[in-house]
């Protein structure tokens, strides 16, 4: 008789892998472990992050956009909500609410923002990685301006 705490299907074996993924990405992006979060992504990683370029290429473009965000927090957190798992043999996908907040490498303290987080996943050589990343913001179509004071 399986327990509640193991997986007694791959596919609820994949859920659990996912997610831990998920928190040591989110423990990485805390302690702005470049390296940590270079394990978690594919070299060919695509990112749709909310600062320009429209795409980043490649795992290089992802660790410069990250190490961009860590010289401006002197302290980062990194919270996120609502996380959703979907696994198929050979992919999944994640969505979730994530919000950077913290000190400000001038001491300034400051909420962030909300975004929504969407990770695409495949398994590769036995094990889930990172091939694409989306954080986004809602718009208000009338003006064409980010709405980044939602909550979710």
Known sequence: MATLSTPNTQREAD????????????HAIQAKDLDA???????D????DVEPPLQHLGIDAKLKNWERVFTIFQ????DLRDLV????????????????????ANGTTTD?????????LQKRDGRWIVIHDQA?????????KGVADLEP
């Open 136 to 144: 986004s913001v809602p718009f208000d179509v009338v003006s064409g």
């Open 15 to 26: 859920e659990t892998e996912i997610r831990h993924l998920v928190a040591d990405l989110a």
């Open 85 to 104: 798992v979907t696994t198929g043999d050979e992919v999944a996908f994640t969505h979730a609410f994530g919000r950077l907040h913290g000190t400000l």
């Open 45 to 48: 990683v695509v990112s749709f």
């Open 75 to 78: 302290e980062v957190e990194y």
């Open 112 to 120: 962030g923002m909300w975004v929504r987080a969407t990770l695409g």
């Open 37 to 43: 979060i270079r394990r978690i992504y594919a070299e």
